[in-house]
């Protein structure tokens, strides 16, 4: 009998709690998320031309390679600058240059435009050098290597 009234005493216990539990409620909220979009340039490659004084034909560069990585789905345009100040966008799609040190004129296309898929993309510096020009070299070969405006500016406007 003893048992019995445990048993049963144990049972309303139970009920007692399971029935006393507390009530809930819910709400949702907004998350706000504010993304400043962005652009990195990689390292750029030299670009090169190899030239032979009075050449027939235009030279054509070679380097200039690069990746362009953008937040996916901005779009993108090119400028280039001549010299090595700061940038002031949004540049020129091509700049004529006459190097300082070899006086040899060429010319730089910048890449062209597009849209960011957010992943790096592979873009490319171009440019040509005019046949027929003589330059300046007191030896066999030269180089522009101490050359006072050999760097140029690439600008990226996103």
Do not use: E, H, R, W
Not at 1 to 25: D, E, P, R
Not at 101 to 110: G, I, T
């Amino acid at each position: 009998m003893k048992k019995l009234i445990i048993a049963a005493a144990l049972s309303v216990a139970g009920l007692q709690i399971a029935g006393s539990q507390a009530a809930n409620t819910s709400s949702t909220f907004d998350v706000t998320i504010n993304l400043t979009s962005a652009c990195q340039i990689g390292a750029i490659s030299a670009v090169d031309f190899a030239y032979t004084s009075f050449q027939v034909g235009a030279a054509a560069s070679t380097g200039g390679a690069f990746n362009l990585t953008c937040t996916n789905l901005l779009p993108y345009t090119f400028g280039l600058q001549a010299g090595s100040g700061a940038a002031v966008p949004p540049g020129a799609a091509t700049i004529n240059v006459t190097d300082a040190a070899v006086n040899l004129a060429y010319v730089l296309s910048a890449p062209t435009n597009g849209t960011a898929n957010g992943a790096a993309q592979a873009k490319t510096i171009t440019g040509s050098m005019a046949a027929a020009q003589g330059g300046n070299c007191a030896a066999a070969t030269c180089t522009n290597g101490a050359s006072a405006n050999k760097t140029q500016t690439l600008i990226v406007n996103f």
